[in-house]
T-cell receptor, first 115, second 113 residues
């Protein structure tokens, strides 16, 4: 069973640029969630995708957008990067849309630095 | 909205000491509660969970009991090891009917030999 993988591991961008982060979910999982974790903080929920549709969204502006593909892998796109977007971006997959009890399995994250 | 409050860290202990990391939450309804652990340079791993009041989650010697009357989910371990050094996050999911996973700020644990 393959775990959650993310690419790239590290990325450096400049303000105003656009970035795409990728996530492959764990085998058998149809739900992917994205989180932003600033240094010294807990993860902040960005959004979740279930069967290729957005299933919930946290308090992030529209320049944060995502996609989920038929194989349940996912992309997070961030446009017009700002310095405050520098963070660790975590992807988590799970096998059930109803997150009441289902465990999310996290990838190692992509560390983004915006200069 | 939902919120999770954890005790400030770092928590510094000697090996074999007793550990408590406090977590309280604000949410309507009956959220599920989780503890995740993050080792340096890694993503989060589920440590334990509880899905209804009075449930006790346990794993690897860690325990936490879902206390609805005090809206708490404190993490405990009777005897910590150096390998337990990590950051611990308390989280709630699906509080008040909305799906907005909410994590605490994390509590760093440092265990000395």
């Amino acid at each position: 069973e393959t775990g959650v993988t993310q690419s790239p591991t590290h990325l450096i961008k400049t303000r105003g640029q656009q970035v795409t982060l990728r996530c492959s979910s764990q085998s058998g999982h149809n739900t992917v969630s994205w989180y932003q974790q600033a240094l010294g903080q807990g993860p902040q929920f960005i959004f979740q995708y279930y069967r290729e549709e957005e299933n919930g969204r946290g308090n992030f502006p529209p320049r944060f957008s995502g996609l989920q593909f038929p194989n349940y892998s996912s992309e997070l796109n961030v446009n017009a990067l700002e310095l405050d977007d520098s963070a660790l971006y975590l992807c988590a997959s799970s096998s059930n849309r109803e997150m009441g009890a289902e465990t999310q399995y996290f990838g190692p994250g992509t560390r983004l630095l915006v200069l | 909205g939902n919120s999770v409050t954890q005790m400030e860290g770092p928590v510094t202990l000697s090996e074999e000491a007793f550990l408590t990391i406090n977590c309280t939450y604000t949410a309507t309804g009956y959220p599920s509660l989780f503890w995740y652990v993050q080792y340096p340079g890694e993503g989060l791993q589920l440590l334990l969970k509880a899905t209804k009041a009075d449930d006790k989650g346990s794993n690897k010697g860690f325990e936490a009991t879902y206390r609805k009357e005090t809206t708490s989910f404190h993490l405990e371990k009777g005897s910590v090891q150096v390998s337990d050094s990590a950051v611990y996050f308390c989280a709630l999911f699906r509080g008040g009917g909305s799906y907005i996973p909410t994590f605490g700020r994390g509590t760093s644990l440092i265990v000395h030999p």
